[in-house]
């Protein structure tokens, strides 16, 4: 098992760790906010009953106030019946003035079919200081036309009177205290109400007749909002139906408390802020530790350039020393390569961890020399095709640090291939810069590997650092600010992968 597939299976256990502990949490969470929930409904239910039976005593006020209504009613009307019983001589005179004694609270005012006022003893139940004062009965005759119509009395042929009568001070003390009840039963239900959004309409839910601070009145200001909010309420709770007289029926519309639905989203809210700082934690450490690795790395190709610059520079002597004993110049030539490639590799491990200096470069002329020299190091059955545009491409690299990206990938081919197969390097003229495609017939990379491969660690290898392919995505990118990738692959049929460098 590699470095790579370790740190990956490490990466999956954490997280399904960190996914059981939020499952944990979001259960426990949403368990509380619905206890939390069932206790409100339970609160809002027993409001909502507490509501009902108020209206209830409301409308039994009511009833008891209309028949309290038309019982004086018929008083007036007995009133008027004895009047005119009184005025014919016809009836049991004791009943007619009995009738007429205890009328004590209601108040009539008698008078001809004109509407004129035919004595002072025509009223009864006024204010009794100002019952002779003229001005003040026509005041009071005009009130009780707008209240009740007329009594209408025959008292002989052809001659009418009209009895008018208005509520007495009992009732209208009576009907106060009702309408102070109704008045206060609204408030109840507008401000009591546990602290949710409330709204109070008429029977045909058009009309708000009161709501709470809870309901702002911008979203129910058209009739179009007032429909849509009154359906959001309705969806929630059934809305309570309250009947404060016969055949007139309100409403009353709530909501979850503001509490409620905060706590209903409090668990995604916690999470995404433990998220986000978890995110910024792994953010930096990830920022630290890829320093601490570039710190390694760096030191460690120092260190090998210093460590490779005493032998080299033995074999160059070597070399020297066999030439003048007339050794195969064949030999020592091909000697002498060897021992310039590794002067090569100790300057490319001298440049890790500087800024390397780009020089305006032939393209075509690097791959050539790179691919000319790899052919004489790997086995036979590697067949190298290389197709290079007709006119030289420049652009800006550094030749060793260039050289050794084309050498990795071209020699990880290989190893993909088992040393058989072949390889292809393709070098086009782009208007961004110079594409570099370098593919293979080997065992391939499935897609969900195309971007693991350039992870440090990552090998197929038995024995490896995975560390190739990490180092040329560094200095194709970091150095030389171009790109690399896999173009494609297919599995058992190949790989291509793709390197763009700037012009300028």
Known sequence: MNIYTKKQRWKLVLAAIAFLIVIASLWYTNSLVKQIRDDEKRKVKLWAKAVQKKANLVKF????????????????????????????????????????????????????????????TASRNLDTLREKD?????????????????????????????????????????????????????????????????????????????KNEKIQLSSINTPEK??????????????????????EKHYIFYAESEILTRLRWYPFVQFGVIGFFLLIAYILFSTAR???????????SKETAHQLGTPLSSLMAWNDHLRSMGVDETIVNEMQRDVKRLNTITDRFSKIGSQPELTNENVNEIISNSVEYLKSRTSKNVKYFIELPNEPLY??????????????????????????????????????????????????????????????????????????LSLCKRIIENYHGGKIFVLNSEVNKGTTFRITLRRF
């Open 61 to 120: 006020t009511n009833d008891l106030f209309e028949q309290i209504k038309l019982e004086e009613r018929k008083k007036a009307e007995l009133y008027a019946e004895a009047t005119r019983q009184i005025s014919t001589g016809k009836g049991d005179v004791e009943f007619v003035l009995k009738v007429l004694q205890e009328n004590t609270t209601v108040p009539v005012i008698l008078t001809n079919e004109k509407d004129e006022i035919s004595s002072s």
């Open 290 to 300: 890829k320093a601490e690795q570039d710190q390694v790395w760096v030191g460690m």
């Open 226 to 247: 007032l429909k849509e909010m009154l359906n959001d309420l309705a969806h929630q709770n059934e809305p309570i139906k309250i009947i404060l007289k016969e055949g």
């Open 134 to 210: 003229t001005t003040y009965l026509r005041e009071q005759l005009r009130l009780m036309k707008k209240l009740y119509p007329p009594v209408e009395i025959e008292v002989y042929k052809g001659i009418r009177q009209r009895l008018y009568h208005k509520d007495s001070k009992v009732f209208t003390d009576i009907q106060l205290a009702f309408d102070s009840l109704t008045r206060s039963f609204i408030d109840e239900v507008a401000e009591n109400t546990a602290a949710v959004p409330v709204i109070y309409t008429d029977s045909t839910q058009t009309k708000v007749i009161h």
């Open 395 to 468: 652009a800006q690299v550094c030749v060793p640090l260039f050289e050794w990206v084309i050498e990795n990938i071209c020699k990880n081919a290989v190893d993909a291939m088992s040393g058989k197969g072949e390889i292809y390097v393709t070098v086009k003229d782009i208007p961004e810069g110079v594409n570099i495609d370098i593919r293979d017939t080997g065992k391939g990379i499935p897609k969900s590997k195309f971007k693991t491969v350039f992870e440090p660690g990552f090998t197929t290898k038995q024995r490896g650092w995975g560390l190739g």
